[in-house]
């Protein structure tokens, strides 16, 4: 499994942006998928995940109410649409894909069998 991350760009504050995660294999379609961020001289650390179905979703608790993560498994790609994005959102945003699918360790990087190779956000103010 390949994964490959689009989307980010240059925003206001206040403004969205709309990350997709495009998978190659069909397999990808029964993984866990999740979005960490990387902000400079910071640790990786979790944004949100979608298990397999598109049922269960979580998400860091400063996110919440601001970003939705989604799936099309017809199209084999997550999204995570931003709104309302503030200038600590900025950060390298990664995919990331767990084969086993359990809902245990989300936060933990080393859970994740796959990982696409990041997209930037940058928030102005």
């Known amino acids: 499994v390949q994964l490959q991350a689009s989307g980010g760009g240059l925003v206001q504050a206040g403004g969205s942006l709309r990350l997709s995660c495009a998978a190659s294999?069909?397999?990808?379609?029964?993984?866990?998928t999740a979005w960490f961020r990387q902000a400079p001289g910071k640790e990786r650390e979790f944004v949100s995940a979608?298990?397999?179905?598109?049922?269960?979703?979580y998400y860091k608790e400063s996110v919440k109410g601001r970003f939705t993560i989604s799936r099309d498994s017809a199209k084999n790609t997550v999204y995570l649409q931003m709104n309302s994005l503030k200038p600590e959102d900025t950060a390298v945003y990664y995919c990331?894909?767990?084969?086993?699918?359990?809902?245990?360790?989300?936060?933990?990087?080393?859970?994740?069998?796959?990982w696409g190779q990041g997209t930037l956000v940058t928030v102005s103010s």
């Open positions: 990331a894909a767990d084969s086993a699918g359990s809902w245990s360790q989300l936060l933990s990087t080393e859970k994740y069998d796959y």
């Open positions: 294999g069909r397999s990808f379609r029964r993984y866990l």
């Open positions: 979608i298990n397999w179905s598109g049922g269960s979703t």
